[in-house]
């Protein structure tokens, strides 16, 4: 498609610019390659790379054999390996998606785990500070509080690529290391720590502010 002016002297061809880039591909495309190829590729060089690391330690292939089974069988086992591996591996695979929304909007955030532990902190400080409040009020209190504390720890990057133009790649790495850091030392201190700890353990979360396990009911025992 052009544009020529009505005098014909002038044509403008649009550039169509450069092809989409692979990570664009990546998290755009639909089709079955990105959708079960790719992940079973990485699942499958997870393992492979397992696998070697477990005999560089001296274990024989049969021992490396048995902890695979050992894994496959603690994950999704049973019921309730399976509630308990849904439980775990919820929470990452939201911020997995959190870190697929800046992509799509040209930015690299690798903060999503610092973002994880201050969001988290801020759940588990809801989660024991207030008692007596009924789980419908205190488990969506618990998890606004959990959104606000990632906010704000994601807030930091996006506010210095705004201002300064800070690489969103070097603060949220960096920032990383601040959360882990940040969260060990809050969970020694008094607000944080349980009673009779030396240990970085925080105050047990009340039960109206836990998530019920995925699939417990179907497993009780």
């Known amino acids: ?19 989409p880039s692979f990570l664009r591909k990546l998290t755009t495309a639909t089709d079955w390659k990105t959708a079960f190829v790719i992940p079973a590729l ?76 201050i969001g988290g902190m801020f759940a588990v400080l809801v989660g024991f500070s207030f008692t007596g409040l009924p789980w419908f009020v205190h488990l969506p209190l ?30 949220t790495i960096m920032l990383n290391y601040v959360a882990y850091r940040l969260v060990d030392y809050m969970l020694k201190t008094e607000l944080f720590q349980r009673e009779g700890r030396n240990d970085p353990i925080s105050k047990s979360v009340e039960p109206s502010a836990q998530l019920p396990a995925l699939l417990g009911w179907l497993d009780p025992a």
């Not at 498609?1 to 092809?19: A, F, K």
């Open 1 to 19: 498609m052009s544009l020529t002016s009505p005098d014909g002297s002038i044509t403008i061809e649009p550039d169509d610019g450069p092809g």
């Open 42 to 117: 990485a699942v499958f060089t997870a393992l492979v790379i397992g696998a070697i690391i477990i005999m560089l330690t001296g274990s024989s292939f049969s021992q490396m054999i048995e902890a695979y089974l050992a894994l496959l069988k603690g994950s999704v086992g049973s019921l309730r390996a399976i509630s308990a591996t849904l439980t775990e591996a919820t929470p990452l695979i939201l911020t997995g998606l959190a870190v697929a929304v800046a992509f799509r909007a040209g930015l690299f955030n690798i903060g999503g785990e610092g973002q994880l532990l």
């Open 142 to 171: 618990a998890i606004v509080a959990a959104i606000v504390g990632g906010a704000l720890w994601g807030f930091i990057p996006g506010f210095l690529k705004a201002k300064t133009g800070a690489h969103e790649v070097i603060v």
